[in-house]
Each structure stands twice: as C-alpha cells, then as structure tokens.
C-alpha cells in the first residue's frame, strides 16, 4: 500500500523530469553505515531529498568511497540498479522496486540502427509503456557526450538468473537487425563488437524466459542482464544456448550433455550414471555391466582423462561400477572431448571428460534427495550472503547389506558392499572477480564373504579464481589437489592369499587466459604444472600363503606446459581453432633401474647393472610439441562441413591385463624404460539441421595412429615383481571408425538420439627377438575392439507430470583368446591357445524403461515431489561378461559369467523443497 500511495503522489505531480541530479557534488566515506544514515549525509551534503521504502533497504549497510560526485551518482552505487529504479523526480531522488516509475510515455517500433541519439545518463536502464501497456526496458551503453559515429566499440553482457542469481553459461544475444549474435561463456559473459547506435537485442536461454531490450551504444562498456525461470511449458521451440550443445555448432568430436538430460536415462539403481549416459553416445562402448571404465574412439580405458571441476578423477564408480561416483543432482552438464581436444588440455590419448557442477543458490536456501532401495542422497544450497556468497552440499549414503542378506547363498549373504561420498562448494562473487571453492571425498568397501576385500577412496580439493582485466583480458587460476587410494586383501587361493596397498596422488596448477581481439578473434592462452606421486605400496603374504614379499616402491613425475590457441573467423562461413602445446616431462628419483644390454633387450638374462638415482633427480625427460587444428565450414544454411587434426601424448598408464578397470587396477609413470606414448588423430565430418522434423544428424569419421603404446605380455604378473618393464612391452596402435547420430532435440513430446558407430581398434608389437613379439608381431583386435555399437534413447513427455523413456543397447561381443587345443609331456597336459583375441564372446542387447512421475508443481508448495520408476534389462537377456574356462578328465569345459540376467526393478523418491523451478 505504501508503495502504491508513493506511486499516485508521484504521478501526481506530473511527468516533468529534472535532467540535472543537483547543483551540489558530493564527497562520501563511510563503512558500515545503515543506509538511513547515509541518506541523510547524502541530503546534508547536496540539499537533496531521497524517497524509498523498500524494508530491504532500511536493514542494508553501506561502505563506499566516492568524491566529487553527484547525488544521483553516489546513491546509484550505493544500490543495485538491475532491482532498483533510481531517478530524480522534482529535484527529489526517489528509489523504487516493484514498481515502475514511467519517465515518459512513447510509441515504440523496431528500429534499424541509426545516427540519432537520444539524450540519457551513463549506465542507466529505463522504462517505456507502450500504448498495449507492454514494459520494454531500454539500456544505454555509455554517456551521450561520447557517441561518435559509425565507431565499432566492444560491449560486455553478464547474464545471470533470477531465482539463484548464479550465472547462466550458453545463453544467447541476438541482435535482429544484424542477423547475429554472440553465446555466453563458462563464467556468462557475452562479448561483440557493435558499431555505435540503437539495436533490438534479445537474450535466450535453454528454460528461461527471452528478454528483450532497446540497446543504445555510445561508447565501449558493459551491463547486467537478469533472465527468470519459464512458468509455461513451451509447444515446439528449439532454443540453442551453448553452442556445443548443437551438432551443428559444436566442434568437431565433441560431445555435451546437460544435466537434465542426464537425469532422463533409465538406470538399474535409480541414480543418473555420467559414464553409462556417455556411452549411449557415438564413438563411446563400455565392454559390459559392472565396470566403471569405458573406451573412446578405440582407446583403452586408461586414455581418458575423468574432471571434476577440475579435479581428477581416477575411479569413476561406486559399488564396482553399479553406482556413479558423481552426485546426479550437482552436475549442470559435461562436456566429453575426442576429437578436437582444445590445447589446455593434455595428458590422455583419448578423450577429456569435463564434468563441471552447478553452483550455489545465492538468493534462496532449496534441499534436493532422493531415497531408493540402496542408496540415498541430499544437496543443500545455502546463501550466505545475498547475490555474493553460497554454499552447495552434497551427501549420499549407501545401505544395501539387507538385499545380500536375502540371497540364498552362504557366501552372498556374508559379504557386505558400502559407500559414500561428500561434496561441499563455496561460491564467492565480486563484480570483477569469481572465487570457488570445492572439496570431494568418496570411500567405498567391498566384502566377498571371507574370501576378498577391496577398500578404495579418492580425495580431491580445487579453488578457482575468475579474474577480469579490462574488457579484453580474462583470466582463471586453479591449485588443485587429488589421491586415490586403494587397499585389496585377496584370501581365494590360500596358498597365494596377499594384501596390497598403493595410492597415486596428483597436484596441479593452471591458468588459463582469454584474450578478444575483435568479435571474430580471440587468444587463449596459458602454463599448467602437475606433480605425480605413486605409491606402489607392498605385497604381503596372508597365512600360510607361499608367496614372496614384494616392496613395489614409489615413483614421482613433474609434467610443465605452455600452450596458446588463436579461434578466428575469417568470414561468415568459416571457423579455425589453431592451438600448440609444448610438455615437458620428467621421470623422478628415488629409485632403482635395471640396465639391460644394448638397452634393447629388455629380460631378466640381459640385465648388466644397477643405476641409482637419488631424491628427486632426473630419470628421464622427454618432450612433446602437440599442434591441434579444427575447421568449421558452413556449407550451407543447414549443414556445415568439420575437420580437425589432434596431437596427444601419455605419460600415465594403467597396468591391467583384464579389458576392464578394477579398483586394484594400478597406475604406472613413463620412466627410463617405458616411453610416454604419443598419437595422431584426424577427423572429418557432415552435420545437418532437418528444421522440419527439428531434427539435427551427424556424420562422422576418425583415424587415429598410436605409437609406443603399452601392452601387456602373455601371462603378465604385476603383482609379482617391481620391474615393470618385464612385464609390459611396446608397440603400435591403429584406430578408425564412422560415427552416425540422428537427434531431436528442445521443447518436444518425443525427443532422443540414435547413434551407430562401427569402429576398429588393432593393436601391433614386434620386437626384434621373438619373446619381445605378442601374437608372432602380427597385428591382432585390441580387448576392446568393438566393431559395431547401436544405441537408442527415447523420451515421451506424455504429459507436464508423467514422462517415460527407454534405451536399447547393441554391440559385438569383445574379442578373446580361446584355448583350443591339449597336448601332453610325460603324461603332463599343457593348454595351447588360439591368436591373442581371435574369437569373440556373444553379442550384447539390453533394453531398459523408466516412468518419472512428478507431483503437484504449484510452485508455493513445500516440498515437491516424484517417483522414479525403472527397469533394467527388460528383456531379462543373459549378456556375456566373460567367458572362462575350466579343465577337468574330460578335457576343457566353456563357462559364461553374467552380471544381470535378469530385469532389475528399482522405484526412487525423489523430493525438493522450495520453489519447483529452483536449483
């Protein structure tokens, strides 16, 4: 009512506006002061009366420091002007908030851009009412006394959302009389150069509600765009926000989904999983159920590089690998890299997965959890302080014991399965300057009866600086830190029981730059430190065991590069990315290293000394320049043309003879025998836009050359000596595929993607005597060689409550070495087997469902709610996880382990307090 009666006294007066604030300047400096106070020093000062009477602002302290400026001045940074509407009204200042003071009332048309200027102020935003009584809001770049004509000048919009007041990455200015536009960063900043005048502008981004605005440009400068949640569910509208979100727009061989589509996926237990959404996509197989690793573009597991913001991850699943290690409920989107690999990147042969978490609430408290039979979850987002500081807490929990406790079977009903893991984000904003701090921390236990035990952790912790240096230059500082560690006590063979520790830990620095040139040009550049530490731990015997202890030792290794990639557009129809990247890797002492003779013949007989290198002194070094192309060429309105060129390099390896990645799997550093390897990955590809069917279809190939390459002997033990290199040889790798998507995307009923990809992975090594030979150094399938993959995914919006969507999934069965023939010495039968991976295990075909039904969304509800409905493995069909075998007086018998042969069930509740449309 106060308002409303400030409103009509207003109007009352009528509409004449003073243009000059006072005749007095005035000369603040205050700290802590309530804002009635500095009112009235304001007042005192310039003779100026100030009107409000928002409460929020009564209870607001103000710390500033200005002289010689005006009343108007000092009062409009004193405030928020995107929630205020400060303006001088009879030689008063009057402050508003819900309620708009109109400054004159006009007809208003579209306007192409022109050499006029109305007059106005610097930086400030106004209000017009059309005569249908519609708000369109105008905003000035700049003072009026320093509009020149035909000038380019670069303008900077910030957009950020309403309801949380975090900042909105991948939305969109498009200007409609330029036909152009720019997209949003990582930090929402949206960058173009404008030649003086007035535009229409509109900002959109994927479930907000577009914004126009009348822009008027003097002069260079920047603003703040505010864009709210949608209450209206849209018909038939694609609005692309990231462009890497778009097949057309995307770089080339990268893939990018968003959280909310991640949460779409129907799953066994109930909880989105990053890695198995990721392999529903083109170029990307997981060899079978059950396993936290995957392979990219015929890479092994090992190759791909898994960020949380920022911090690496070196084991992705929980309950060896039925559950993600990744909270669902933080992560806004990820970003997979495996084509063109941007040159801030390095490290991995295959691919980057860059999982970046959505960040704090700064306007409002909102809890998200979800509870189902195994597990449960909570995400808490605090704000501290007002569109400043916040909070984002994440906890989950599992208790699955009772479901083992059920199974008939002594050695089931023995053995435990837990884990947990715990996320806490600090986000802290300033008008120039972002700060974020995050922590992660997940433990898991695995129990087989009394038969084995694995315990394994990972630990991480990144803080991250947003720096802006004028409006060109921006800059972001991480320190990083990561350990994984692991514990395994393996009592199956009595006779070789053991227990084993070991821990990799991984500390990092970066900073990264960007640097615009002009609104087709910009550099980024920067240098990027990273220190491996192993601990191989000890293998100790258990009991009456047989085995000999073996102390693995430790190893370290420091890994520097600079790197710079300039993104230009020449013209309209083409895009390059040019970048390099220059490593330097060194190998560290302490340790111990065999000297073999000719250093050639690397074998146990061929060993002629001993070579000891003290605390951290050289080892080895070894250098890497890396040039990284990509071109994107519009052929045409809706199809374009995308090619690129990868150099990458791999100082970290795996050392696993199995296909698949378990938690005892350990991690090797390239030294003085084992050389880091090293690969070329071309690509090429056609993308198109079927606006009819608002469809988008892709095209891909790749052939990618790896030399170097690690791979493991025949009967390989890496638990059973310290050398490694006696264990391990080197050859070459050879990869290529084609990769088909179809896709439908956006605001529709039915949306979703096919993906085919036929890919070969052929791994050669043929040393120059036979024991250095795998396969008689013939060329053989690598163990995850899958030549054909076929995934569908397919989401039903039945209605704004009920959604449904299913997947299927089918791929060859991954090659293996089969025994085919026995033959006897003395009575002794001895197993001879075929080629390495000469034969396959059966094809594999999963179809899984899911119904998602939401409760009321009336959006003043307390809590909101829905229910998760899902099976897994639909069709009940017993997949192959591996095929062993056993001997017996009968001679050799074939056996075939599954993991789920049967459909899984799961219901989760899921619940949310607060506004529906919140984070």
Known sequence: ????????????????VSLIAQKNNVNISCTDLSFQKFCDKITFESGTKIYYSDNSLKSKSITLNVSNATALQAVKMAVDTLYYQVIIWNNSIVITKDYVVPLSVVQYKYEQPVEEIDTSKKD?????????????KKIIIGRRSNYKQNTKVKIIARITSLENGNVIPGSTIYIKSLQKGAVADKQGIAEMELVTGKYIIVIKSMGMKPQEYRLLVYEQGHFDIILSTKSVELSSI?????????????????????????????????????????????????????????????????????????????????????????????????????????????????????IETRKGNRKEFSLHGGVSPMAANLVSSIPIIDDKL????????????????????????????????????????????????????????????????????TSGVSLQINQSYGKRLRANYALVGSMYKFGSWDNIEPSRSYEHDYSIAQNEFKADFTYIINNNNKIKFGINSIFYGLDRGKVMPLYSSKLTPVDMGSEKGIENAIYITDVWNPTEWLELNAGFRYTLYNAMGTKDIYEYKDNKLIDEYYVIDTLHYGNNEVISTSHFPEFRFAANIIASKRSNVKLSFTQMHQSLFMLNPTATVA??????????????????????GYFRDIVKYGMEASLEGYYKHTVDFTEFRDGADFLANDKVELSVLQGTQKSYGLEFMLRRRGEYRFTGWLAYTYSRSLVEVKGEEHWQNINNGKAYPSAYDIPHSVNLFLNIKLSKRVNFSTTMNYQTGRPITFPISIYYINGIPFVDYSDRNAYRIPYYFRMDASLTIEGNLRRDKFIHSSLVLSIY???????PYSVYFTTSSKGVKTNQYSVIAIPVFTATWIFKLGNFDAN
């Open 124 to 136: 400030e935003i106004r209000y017009y009412r059309t005569a249908k009584a519609a708000v369109l």
């Open 390 to 457: 916040s909070l984002l807490v994440s906890a989950r929990k599992s208790y699955s014991n009772w479901i083992l406790k059920k199974v008939n079977d002594k050695d089931i009903s023995n053995s435990e399965v837990d884990f947990s893991d715990f996320s806490l984000g600090v986000y802290y904003d300033l008008p120039k300057t972002q700060v974020s701090l995050f922590a992660y921390h997940s433990s898991d236990r695995f129990a087989f009866s009394h038969l084995n035990e694995y315990e394994y952790s």
């Open 238 to 354: 694609n609005i692309y926000g990231d462009r890497q979100m778009s097949l057309m727009k995307r770089d080339p061989g990268i893939e990018k989904v968003s959280g909310k589509t991640l949460k779409k996926l129907p799953v066994m237990v109930g909880e989105p999983d990053v890695i198995k959404a990721s392999a529903m996509l083109p170029g990307i197989v997981s060899v079978g159920e059950g396993t936290s690793g995957i392979n990219v573009r015929g890479g092994g597991s090992d190759q791909n590089a898994f960020y949380l913001n920022k911090i690496p991850v070196f084991n992705t699943s929980h309950m060896l690998g039925f559950f993600p290690a990744f909270n669902a409920d933080l992560i806004r989107d990820f970003t997979i890299y495996k084509g063109y690999i941007p040159s801030e990147f390095g490290g991995k042969l295959s691919s980057v997965f860059d």
């Open 873 to 879: 493995n639909l069709t009940g069909r017993d997949n």
């Open 663 to 684: 938690p005892t799997s350990q991690w090797k550093l390239a030294d003085y025998h084992l050389k880091p390897s090293r690969s070329n990955q071309f690509s090429l």
């Open 1 to 16: 009512m106060i308002n409303r009666a400030l409103l009509f006294l207003l109007l009352s007066f009528g509409f004449s």
